[in-house]
Nanobody, 121 residues
Framework: QVRLVESGGGLVQAGGSLRLSCAAS????????MGWYRQAPGKQRELVARITPGGSAVYADSVKGRFTISRDNAKNTGYLQMNSLKPEDTAVYYCNGEDIVSAYGPYSNYWGQGTQVTVSS
């Protein structure tokens, strides 16, 4: 079966950095856009950054200049480099894959289980 597994979350002080990874597995032939979303307690899930297979990226205004999204298509892995972290970045971060083509069938939208990022002041 298809899986998206996030890693790299944790506790960091304000101003610090973390790098999240999203490894996709399950006989995947192709993944469309990959995105990172986050959800803080009591808030709706929001887009953080999204990148196409060709490398075009978009960012939420709140993270522009601090976060960088990237991907390795050969490894079916996405990354989110987070610098200058702020307490308001604290949330569960979810990886998303669009238009996944795999041996198990197509998936228009697939989510990982999430990884916690906590930024202390």
């Amino acid at each position: 079966q298809v899986r998206l597994v996030e890693s790299g979350g944790g506790l960091v002080q304000a101003g610090g950095s973390l790098r999240l990874s999203c490894a996709a597995s399950g006989s995947i032939f192709r993944i469309g856009a990959m995105g990172w979303y986050r959800q803080a307690p009591g808030k709706q899930r929001e887009l953080v950054a999204r990148i196409t297979p060709g490398g075009s990226a978009v960012y939420a205004d709140s993270v522009k200049g601090r976060f960088t999204i990237s991907r390795d298509n050969a490894k079916n892995t996405g990354y989110l480099q987070m610098n200058s972290l702020k307490p308001e970045d604290t949330a569960v971060y979810y990886c998303n894959g669009e238009d996944i083509v795999s041996a198990y069938g197509p998936y228009s939208n697939y989510w990982g289980q999430g990884t916690q990022v906590t930024v202390s002041s």
